[in-house]
C-alpha cells in the first residue's frame, strides 16, 4: 500500500510539475517581455517600406517590442512571396538574439515590355513576367531589350515568356546577348541576339515544339560552315532555312 501511495505520489509531482513548466514556457513565450522582438532586419533590398506596406495590409507586420512567439513567420513569408518582383523570400524568427529576418532577392529583368493596357513588364532570365517595383528595376528600363508584339495581347507575352523559360543552358548566351524580340500577327517569334559576337536573327515560329527547335539549333550551330550564320529559321524544325 505505501508503495502504490508513493507511485501515485511522485506521477502527481511529476503531472503537477510539468504542467508548471509548460505554463511556465507559455507565459515567456506568449506574454513575457523577456522574449520579444528586439530587431527587424530586412536584407537583399532597400524596399523596407514597401515590403512592412505589404506585411501591414495583412495585418501580420512583426513590430519591435512584440512577443517573438506571436510573430507569424510563414504568414509573412508567403504574403512576400505573391510580390511578384521578388524571386524569393525567407522569414525566420532567432530566438537567441530576438531578431526577426526577412531576406528577399529581387528579381532581374532581361527585357521589357507594355501591355495592351500600356503598363510596363518585365521578363527575368526564368521567363518570369513581373512588374518592375523597386528602384534598382526602375533603374535603366530603356536600355533592357524591347518585346514588341502585332497583336499588342497577353498571350503573345506568355508565349515569349516560355520560350525563354524553355531555353537549356548551353543556349543561355542567346538571353544574355539578346537585343529584341517581336512577335507578328501570326504568333511567330522572332529574336535578335548575337552567336559568337555576330548578330544572328532567329525566326522561332510558333512556341509548339520549341524543344525540337532548340535541338535543331545546336545541331545547326555545331556545324562549321554555319560558323557565320546571320539568319535561322526554325519556323518548320524539320526543315530549317540557315543564311
Do not use: C, H
Not at 536584407?43 to 507586420?61: F, H, P, Y
Not at 526602375?138 to 518585346?147: A, E, G, M, V
Not at 502585332?150 to 539578346?178: F, H, M, R
Amino acid at each position: 500500500m505505501p508503495s502504490r501511495f508513493k507511485k501515485r505520489f511522485n506521477r502527481f509531482i511529476f503531472s503537477f510539475t510539468s504542467l508548471i513548466a509548460i505554463s511556465l514556457l507559455a507565459y515567456l513565450l506568449g506574454w513575457s517581455s523577456i522574449l520579444t522582438v528586439k530587431e527587424i532586419q530586412i536584407q537583399g533590398s532597400n524596399e523596407t517600406s514597401l515590403l512592412l506596406s505589404a506585411l501591414n495590409r495583412q495585418s501580420i507586420a512583426p513590430t519591435v517590442g512584440e512577443q517573438l512567439a506571436r510573430v507569424n513567420v510563414r504568414s509573412a513569408e508567403r504574403v512576400l512571396s505573391e510580390l511578384d518582383w521578388l524571386k524569393s523570400v525567407n522569414v525566420s524568427r532567432n530566438w537567441f538574439n530576438s531578431k526577426i529576418s526577412i531576406e528577399v532577392i529581387e528579381r532581374k529583368a532581361i527585357a521589357r515590355a507594355l501591355t495592351n493596357q500600356n503598363n510596363i513588364v518585365n521578363f527575368d532570365s526564368s521567363g518570369i513576367l513581373f512588374t518592375p517595383t523597386s528602384m534598382n528595376q526602375k533603374q535603366n528600363q530603356d536600355q533592357l531589350p524591347l518585346i514588341s508584339s502585332a497583336n499588342n495581347n497577353q498571350q503573345d507575352l506568355s508565349n515569349v515568356a516560355l520560350l525563354l523559360q524553355k531555353v537549356p543552358s548551353d543556349l543561355a548566351y542567346l538571353i544574355t546577348e539578346l537585343d529584341q524580340i517581336s512577335i507578328t500577327k501570326a504568333g511567330y517569334l522572332l529574336m535578335s541576339t548575337s552567336i559568337n559576337n555576330r548578330p544572328v536573327r532567329i525566326n522561332w515560329g510558333t512556341v509548339e515544339q520549341i524543344d525540337q527547335k532548340f535541338a535543331v539549333l545546336k545541331a545547326l550551330l555545331n556545324l562549321p560552315e554555319n560558323k557565320a550564320i546571320s539568319q535561322v529559321d526554325l519556323s518548320q524544325p524539320d526543315a530549317p532555312i540557315v543564311k
